[in-house]
């Protein structure tokens, strides 16, 4: 029997990679976006700062699919500048997606979760959560939270029969960051810059996070929970010395 997975913002960048990946590993797959993807996926619009709009797609979700095995709270937003450079209605608009969000979501997944044999949440957080990265405080605020929600999730469902963990990119290559890098006075140079943040010297795939995420969501991973897995090229753990 296929497993059912559900994954918001599957509809572009690393949402759609890991329903990808979920679907080759033979899951069912309902994407949840403002933008939803067709076949081979359930596509239900859905937005996750809306909590009776998202309880109302979930249940489609877990309808279509025949229940739901597996969360991927992937939907996310991005913010640039430090402390000083948003005001309160950014801050509060950045957590509203990308904390509360999640919150929301799988508060509302729990129930049809609680009757699998095989119950997983994986959350995209960042290496932002764990690294202090220059001009992203909104940003890495709310990544924080995501780490420490995922651990407090894990601790909560653990006997419920839940694994949650969460996945913390690098810098990927997704179209998000290719918005930043078009608006910057030098994409070119802004992009070398990226790259060589990254003790790989390369920006992350969506499809190496996708890899990471399928992991944590299928049953090679059951005695895995509360973890972080980094997917940042070594930019988290590695401190190596200058090339020249």
């Known amino acids: 029997m296929s497993l059912k997975a559900i994954v918001t913002g599957g509809g572009s960048g690393i949402g ?41 797609a979930v249940a489609e979700a877990a309808e279509r699919l025949g229940g739901v095995d597996v969360l991927v709270n992937n939907a996310g937003i991005g913010a640039q500048g430090t ?19 999640m919150v929301r979501v ?30 992203r405080a909104l940003y890495s ?3 924080g939270a995501v780490l420490s929600l995922t651990l407090a999730m894990a601790a ?36 070398a810059a990226l790259n060589a943040r990254q003790p790989m010297g390369r920006l992350v795939t969506a499809e190496e996070v996708a890899a990471a995420i399928a992991y944590l969501a299928g049953p090679e991973s059951g005695a895995t ?5 980094a997917v940042d090229g070594g930019m988290q753990g590695l401190r190596l010395r200058p090339s020249n």
């Open 16 to 56: 759609l990679a890991a329903a990808g990946a979920l679907a080759a590993r033979g899951m069912k797959v309902a994407c949840l976006d403002l933008q939803p993807p067709g076949e081979p996926f359930i596509g239900i619009k859905a937005d996750v700062t809306d909590d009776t709009g998202v309880r109302a």
């Open 83 to 101: 402390i000083e450079d948003n005001p309160d209605s950014e801050w509060h608009k950045v957590f509203d997606v990308n904390v509360l969000g």
């Open 106 to 135: 799988a508060r509302a997944a729990l129930p049809y979760l609680r009757r699998s044999e095989h119950a997983a949440i994986v959350n995209t957080c960042s290496v932002a959560a764990t690294a202090g990265l220059p001009q």
């Open 141 to 143: 605020a709310t990544k």
């Open 156 to 191: 909560d469902h653990i006997r419920e029969g839940i694994r949650v963990n969460c996945v913390n990119p690098g810098t990927a290559d997704t179209p998000w960051v290719g918005r930043l890098l078009d608006s910057a006075d030098d994409p070119e140079a802004e992009r």
């Open 225 to 229: 929970t509360g973890t972080a897995l």
